[in-house]
């Protein structure tokens, strides 16, 4: 039988090693270089459908880092398509 501390710890130890799942914007910036304020301008515009990816959480803003990844990827071959 686990002891709760011994549960705490390894929830703790999973969640340090793991990757954060939700991204605020600054986070989207600082790992993917895509500015706050094109988001911003994105977002509001709903271009290249990256509305789509906003989890609102009261009045901020989240993001899910897969769906990034997905997007990213998807603009990717969109890209390499249009060559």
Not at 14 to 32: F, G, K, M, N, W
Not at 41 to 49: A, F, I, M, P
Not at 52 to 77: A, F, H
Request: hydrophobic share 35%; with cysteine; charged share 25%.
């Amino acid at each position: 039988m686990h002891s709760s501390s011994s549960v705490v710890k390894a929830a703790q130890d999973h969640t340090a090693a793991a990757p954060r799942e939700l991204l605020s914007p600054l986070d989207v910036e600082r790992e993917y270089g895509i500015p706050q304020n094109t988001q911003a301008v994105w977002r509001c515009e709903k271009r290249l459908g990256f509305h789509g990816l906003v989890i609102k959480l009261g009045s901020s803003v989240r993001y899910r880092r897969r769906d990034i990844e997905q997007w990213l990827e998807s603009q990717r071959s969109t890209a390499l398509g249009a060559k």
